[in-house]
Every structure is written in C-alpha cells, then in structure tokens.
C-alpha cells in the first residue's frame, strides 16, 4: 500500500494494518461515504478524483492504483 | 403588532422544550425490507433505533407539545409571534402555525411555517431575530418540527433508516447582546441550482444522493461554523460544545475531524431517535442538558445542513432556564 493510501485510511480511521491488498473495499471498511469524504481529503491535498471515480475501484489495490495513476497526472 | 418598549434588541434564547415520541424503532425491525442488516445501518448512520409518531400523529401535534414546554421554560410573557420551520406541514394548505398557534392558545398573533429543511430552525432564529430586531415583537417562538418518515420509501436503504420523527421548541425575546442567551450573528446561505441531490416531489417519496449529500453537508457545515464562530469573535478552541445538525453520525464526525474539535466537544443525539430533520438541534441541546452536560455560561456553537441546498450556523452563551421537558425520554 502506498504512503498516501495508508496516511489517508488513517485520517478516515480506518486502520490500514492487516488489511489485504486484495480486499474488497467494503471488507476494508471502505463504503461510498467514506470514498466521499477520501475524495474530499485528496482535493485538500491538490488532487481531484471523483466519489465515482474512486468508487469504481473492486479492491484496495485497485484504489491504490487509481491514486497512483492520478498523482503523477497532476 | 409594532411595540417600542423595554431595552435592547437583540435577539435572546429564554426557553427550550421539544417533543420526542416515545416509540423506537430498531435497526432490526427496519432491515427487512430493506435488503441490509442491521449492522449496515448502524455502520452507515451510527443510528440504532428512530423516534416514530404513532399513526394519526401529526407536525401540529408534536409542535404544541414542544411549544407548550418551551413556553413553560421561558414563564412568563405572552409571545408575539410563532414560526414554524417545518418541511411536513399537515396541509399544502392552510400553513400548520395558525393552528399551532390556536391549539397553544396564542389567538391573534401572526403565527407561519418556514420551510428551509433540516436548516428550518436556523432560518426560523434568524427571522425571530429580524422581527424583534424591527421592535415588530418582543417574544418569539420559534418551532421545528418535521415528520420525514411520512416522505421516506420504506424500501429504501438510504433513507428509510436515517429518519425519526421529533420537534423542538425555542422562546426567544428581545434583551441585550450581552445578556446569556443572547444569539449571535446568524449566518444562512442556499443553493438551488441543484435541488435533485435531496428532494421529494408532491406525491413521490424522499429521495438523496448520499455520498454528495455527505460531501456538501461536510464542507457546508464545517465551513459555516467557522465563519460564525469568527463573527462571534470566537475561536474553536472557545467552543464548549458544537452541535451540529444530526444528520449522520458518519457526517458529524467528519466535520468534527475538519473543525479539529475534541469528540468530548461535540453534543451528538441521534443514536436512539435517528435525523429528526429541523428539530435535531434542540433536540440535542434539551438531551444534553437533561444529561447535565450543556450548563449556562457554556459557549454553544450550531450548524445545520440541509435540502435546499440551505446551510448556516450560529452561537449563543447558554443561558440558565428552567427545563420542562419530561427528561426521561430525552436522556
């Protein structure tokens, strides 16, 4: 998982230890109200990915991807 | 109704009283229909149980009762004028206050419902506040009270669960700024270029977009806080207690981490009575001072958020007040 993603999931209290990369984002705890306020912590930081966007991600690291593609596009 | 007497203009809370039905109903009772368990909801909402009127039980109904207990908090005083902030009038017409009003044997007074959703008491204080401001009354009560259960799908997961039925009540009369009570500046704003994210059109239910009403609500009520509180005079850090309109436990707590406030900080009454919509507010103010938590001298700072899009914010020094209300069923 990417320092980002881990900082992030931190923020949302949601504890990134143990979680499986290839786990379900609502088995990480990850429904679309918290993909609302993720997206909502990555625009403070200068980075614009839509509830949606985010939303389309199956896994964590199907959304740590979606980060990764996102940040350098800036 | 134009009187010039007495000193001070400025707009001061002096009575709370709310109406709480006294039947829940449980997360578990709920889900079946719904297709998500009980944990979903409570995950969802940080909801457990709502408030529900019973059948025949109507917005007027739990207005009198709110606004008979704000009036015997307040003693004393006839008021001059009764707004109802309500988005569940019990007829498109005629408006719910004047019947409010006959019911809470206030004859005569100008007595209207304001219609700004889970905003509604917000709107209501300040527009309290501008007929007293205008020496147009002395005493103004001021009445939320909604029953968006009648508005929800009862299949639908989003907002089936969030919603309880509930009213709150506040006396306000005019007094000096100083005086504990006291509202400070009131600060409201609305959006409508998009009314579809929260709407209920006549005849159809309720329905909401729940990650962008997530979004809006946090940013709406986490930055209009801050500028009341800044209008005020006040820093966060002065904050007693914070309270925000009850939407969702989930939104509260991300305006809380936005706001930077401690949890112990932010009054929170939504667990066992669900989003009671304009009556969140008192209802969480009259639940934490039946605990003991709210005592006078505290500095309370309210936000709200609702459909609309309407927002605001306001804050006040509690005042010391007799409380009316039967407090078994608010703790």
């Known amino acids: 998982m990417s320092p980002l993603l881990s900082e992030l999931l931190t923020e949302l209290k949601v504890d990134p230890h143990g979680i499986r990369p290839d786990a379900l984002l609502e088995e990480a705890g990850l429904d679309s109200l918290t993909l609302a306020e993720l997206s909502m912590l990555l625009d403070e930081r200068g980075?614009?990915?839509?509830?949606?966007?985010?939303?389309?991600?199956?896994?964590?690291?199907?959304?740590?991807d979606t980060l990764t593609r996102s940040i350098p596009a800036r | 109704m134009r009187r010039r007497d007495g000193a001070g203009h400025a707009a001061v809370i002096c009575g709370l009283g709310v109406a709480l039905p006294d039947l829940r109903v449980s997360n578990d009772e709920m889900c079946g229909g719904l297709g998500v368990s009980a944990d979903w909801i409570r995950a969802r909402t940080g909801i457990t149980a709502r408030a529900r009127a019973g059948q025949g039980f109507s917005t007027a109904d739990l207005a009198v009762q709110a606004g008979e207990s704000a009036l015997a908090s307040a003693a004393g005083g006839a008021v001059d004028a009764l707004i109802l902030a309500t988005i569940t009038p019990d007829h498109r017409c005629p408006a719910t206050a004047p019947a409010v009003a006959a019911r809470l044997d206030l004859p005569g007074i100008p007595a209207f419902d304001l219609a700004a959703a889970c905003t509604g008491l917000l709107y209501a204080l300040q527009v309290a506040a501008g007929l007293i401001a205008a020496q147009a009354a002395r005493r103004v009560l001021v009445i939320a009270a909604d029953r968006i259960p009648s508005l929800t799908d009862p299949h639908d997961p989003v907002t089936a669960p969030l919603f309880g039925d509930g009213a709150g009540?506040?006396?306000?009369?005019?007094?000096?700024?100083?005086?504990?009570?006291?509202?400070?500046?009131?600060?409201?704003?609305?959006?409508?270029?998009?009314?579809?994210?929260?709407?209920?059109?006549?005849?159809?239910?309720?329905?909401?977009?729940?990650?962008?009403?997530?979004?809006?609500?946090?940013?709406?009520?986490?930055?209009?806080?801050?500028?009341?509180?800044?209008?005020?005079?006040?820093?966060?850090?002065?904050?007693?207690?914070?309270?925000?309109?009850?939407?969702?436990?989930r939104i509260t707590a991300a305006v809380r981490r936005r706001l930077g406030l401690a949890e112990?900080?932010?009054?929170?009454?939504?667990?066992?009575?669900?989003?009671?919509?304009?009556?969140?507010?008192?209802?969480?103010?009259?639940?934490?001072?039946?605990?003991?938590?709210?005592?006078?001298?505290?500095?309370?700072?309210?936000?709200?958020?609702?459909?609309?899009?309407?927002?605001?914010?306001?804050?006040?020094?509690?005042?010391?007040?007799?409380?009316?209300?039967?407090?078994?069923?608010?703790?």
């Open chain 2, 169 to 249: 009540a506040l006396v306000v009369r005019a007094g000096a700024d100083t005086d504990p009570g006291a509202l400070g500046p009131v600060l409201l704003a609305a959006d409508g270029r998009d009314t579809s994210m929260i709407t209920a059109p006549h005849g159809g239910f309720l329905t909401m977009r729940g990650p962008e009403t997530f979004q809006h609500a946090v940013t709406r009520m986490s930055e209009t806080a801050q500028d009341a509180a800044a209008s005020a005079g006040w820093r966060l850090a002065d904050v007693d207690h914070f309270v925000p309109h009850q939407a969702n436990a």
């Open chain 1, 47 to 64: 980075v614009k990915i839509g509830q949606d966007e985010l939303a389309a991600a199956a896994t964590l690291q199907d959304l740590d």
């Open chain 2, 264 to 331: 112990s900080h932010v009054l929170e009454f939504i667990e066992q009575v669900g989003n009671t919509s304009a009556a969140s507010i008192p209802l969480a103010l009259a639940h934490a001072s039946a605990v003991g938590a709210l005592r006078p001298g505290h500095r309370v700072l309210m936000a709200a958020f609702g459909a609309g899009l309407t927002w605001g914010a306001t804050t006040l020094v509690w005042p010391a007040m007799n409380n009316a209300d039967r407090k078994e069923n608010i703790r």
